[in-house]
C-alpha cells in the first residue's frame, strides 16, 4: 500500500460558495490525523470574481494562486488534483474555456456536482478532448467545509484506482469527515443530509422563539438548542443509537422524556419522515 502524501497540488475551477468554503477550510490550520501540505490554485468567471474570493480569504488570500478564464486550464495542468466546482448546468462552457485534452491525462478529476453521474461527467470529458478514463470521483462536501465541520459524500467508479480514492479522503478529511458511498446511494445521502440541516434549521429557530417566550434572550435560547444538537448528535456517531440516548435520557418524571411525549403528540415524527422522503424524492429528480 502507498504512503500517503505529504503535499498536494490542487486546483479548483469554480469559486462559488461551495468552492470558497473549500479554500477557506483547507487554508485553516490543519487538525487532520493525516495533513497535508497544500498548494492551492482558484479560478473564477472574472476579476470582480477573484475579488470576492479574496475578500471571503481575508489575509490568507495570497496563500492561493487566483486566476480566471484561461488561467483554468493552466491551473489544471500543473495540479494533480482538479476540483470541478462549477453547477452542472455551466460545465460545457467550462470546459470549453479550460480545454482540457491532454491537460487531464493522468490527474485526479474531483466533481462537486450533485446530480452529474460519473459517466455524465465522462462523457462530457471526452467531448472536449480529455481522455476516456480519466480517474474521475464525486465527492459533495456539507457547507460547514469552511469551519472543518464538512460531512463529505465520496463515490466513484470502480475503475478509479484505490490509491486515487485514499489521497481524494486525505484531501477532504482536512476539512472534516468523509463517508464512503456507493454512487447509486450518493443523491439519497445528499437528500438526507439536506433533511438534517433543514431540521437543525427549524428546532434551533423554534427553540430559540419557545426561549423568548418563557423569558430567556432569543441568541442564548438558539445557543443553548444549537449546543445541546451537537452534544447529542455527537453521542451517536460515537456509537449510540437513537434508542440507548433515549433511554439513557428517561429518568422516572424527566423533562427530556416528556418533551419527546409532546413531540410525538404534535406529529413530530411524521412531519420527519415525511420531509425526509420528500427530499430523498426531489434529489432523485434532479
Not at 489575509?59 to 495542468?77: C, F, I, K, P, T
Not at 481524494?168 to 468523509?178: K, P, R, W
Not at 434572550?217 to 440516548?245: H, I, K, T, W, Y
Amino acid at each position: 500500500m502507498a504512503e500517503p502524501p505529504q503535499s498536494l497540488q490542487v486546483a479548483i475551477l469554480g469559486c462559488g460558495s461551495m468552492g470558497t468554503s473549500l479554500l477557506e477550510g483547507f487554508l485553516r490550520k490543519q487538525t487532520s490525523s493525516r495533513p497535508l501540505s497544500l498548494r492551492l490554485a482558484g479560478c473564477t468567471r472574472s476579476q470582480p470574481s477573484i475579488d470576492r474570493v479574496r475578500q471571503r480569504l481575508g489575509d490568507q488570500a495570497d496563500r492561493v494562486e487566483l486566476g480566471y478564464g484561461d488561467a483554468s486550464g493552466e491551473m489544471a495542468e500543473k495540479s494533480e488534483i482538479v476540483i470541478l466546482g462549477c453547477p452542472k448546468e455551466d460545465l460545457t462552457a467550462a470546459l470549453k474555456t479550460t480545454k482540457p485534452g491532454p491537460r487531464f491525462a493522468d490527474k485526479t478529476i474531483v466533481s462537486l456536482m450533485a446530480g452529474l453521474s460519473a459517466d455524465q461527467l465522462q462523457k462530457e470529458l471526452t467531448s472536449s478532448g480529455a481522455p476516456q478514463n480519466t480517474a474521475i470521483v464525486i465527492v459533495i462536501p456539507s457547507f460547514a467545509a469552511r469551519t472543518g465541520g464538512s460531512v463529505s459524500l465520496l463515490a466513484s467508479p470502480s475503475t478509479v484506482s484505490q490509491e486515487r480514492i485514499d489521497i481524494v479522503t486525505q484531501l477532504f478529511e482536512q476539512v472534516g469527515s468523509v463517508l464512503h458511498v456507493d454512487e447509486g446511494l450518493l443523491m439519497k445521502g445528499v437528500a438526507i443530509g439536506a433533511a438534517c440541516h433543514a431540521l437543525a434549521v427549524t428546532a434551533v429557530d423554534s427553540i430559540a422563539d419557545a426561549g423568548v417566550c418563557e423569558g430567556v434572550p432569543r441568541p442564548l435560547a438558539g445557543a443553548f438548542a444549537a449546543q445541546f444538537l451537537r452534544s447529542a448528535a455527537g453521542a451517536m456517531v460515537d456509537g449510540m443509537s437513537p434508542e440507548q440516548l433515549k433511554a439513557a435520557l428517561s429518568t422516572p418524571k424527566g423533562i427530556t422524556l416528556n418533551a419527546v411525549v409532546d413531540l410525538d403528540k404534535a406529529g413530530a415524527r411524521g412531519a420527519v419522515i415525511g420531509a425526509a422522503r420528500g427530499a430523498v424524492r426531489y434529489a432523485e429528480s434532479m
